[in-house]
């Protein structure tokens, strides 16, 4: 059975950094690609990166870029999502999710804005104070 255990959240004020955690088990993590994605109270779900497990190449949405950097350690089966600078309208519930043919694609002009997935954790919330 495919597990995507996401940690990490919590309460920063802003300006401060988090990171997040994605432990994936039931699957060959060096074979797919794992998304973060975030949803926000009263909004959709939106991407933020996603990487390829195979070789770490990753990719960004756009409105992403600069603050967020994931990365990956297959030997842990752990996708990291590192946060930094944060503001209050990043609290959300953070997502991370795996794609079983190691598909890593920005979608521009939809609002997820990644290439779908096929398996999602429960996500870890977090929470910016201004």
């Known amino acids: 059975e495919v597990q995507l255990v996401e940690s990490g959240g919590g309460l920063v004020q802003a300006g401060g950094s988090l990171r997040l955690s994605c432990v994936g088990s039931?699957?060959?993590?060096?074979?797919?690609?794992i998304g973060w994605f975030r949803q926000a109270p009263g909004k959709e779900r939106e991407g933020i990166s996603c990487?390829?497990?195979?070789?770490?190449?990753?990719e960004y949405v756009d409105s992403m870029k600069g603050r967020f950097t994931i990365s990956s350690d297959n030997a842990k089966k752990t996708v990291y999502l590192q946060m930094n600078s944060l503001k209050p309208e990043d609290t959300a519930v953070y997502y991370c999710?795996?794609?079983?043919?190691?598909?890593?694609?920005?979608?521009?002009?939809?609002?997820?804005?990644?290439?779908?997935?096929?398996?999602w954790g429960k996500g870890t919330l977090v929470t910016v104070s201004s």
């Open positions: 999710a795996a794609d079983t043919y190691g598909v890593c694609a920005v979608v521009p002009g939809t609002q997820l804005g990644l290439y779908g997935m096929d398996y």
């Open positions: 039931g699957f060959s993590f060096s074979d797919y690609s």
């Open positions: 990487i390829r497990n195979s070789d770490g190449s990753t």
